[in-house]
């Protein structure tokens, strides 16, 4: 069904910048375990990928495509996860899992960061749908993500993931996905 989107995605992709359709991260899975996550392409690729930092997207990046700015808008860069839930690397709901980077930054500053990483990582989850998806410009911004993802845990059942779910569909288009 998702086939003739996917293909228009992949042509405007390759038509609109040089570089791979699919960009792959190294990120933490359940209990740290790291595995390759898959999206659409969505910035350009860096001229020295050798030395390229990892920096989270912001606001009118410069680095981000112009159709990356749609997909990325829709969260339609993230279908690709869906391979990723296949392999068994993440579920449909869960913790976002973070880039590598990131975990080191946040594990020595937030309480309890790393429990998160009790949990198989999702494509949505209870942080994303109370808003807190997209950039973390501060440290209390991602305390809160981390306050959702641990309640996440301590309360999940599957009538929340179902809920998280539901909730997600109407939640697509966002201000804070850039």
Known sequence: ILSPLLILICLLISLTSEGPIIFCQNRSGINGKPFKIFKFRTMYVPIDKQNAIFKQATKKDPRVTSIGRILRSWSID?????????????????????AIEQNE??????????????FTPGITGLAQIE?????????????????????????????????ILIRTFFKFKSKKAY
């Open 78 to 98: 993230e279908i690709p996860q869906l391979i990723n839930v296949i392999k068994g690397d993440m579920s449909l709901v869960g913790p976002r899992p973070h």
């Open 131 to 163: 808003g807190y998806r997209g950039e973390t410009s501060s440290l209390e911004e991602m305390s809160k993500r981390i306050e959702a993802d641990l309640r996440y845990q301590r309360t999940w059942n599957l009538l929340l993931d179902l809920k």
């Open 105 to 118: 930054e946040y594990r020595k500053l937030i309480p309890g960061y790393t429990q998160r990483l009790a």
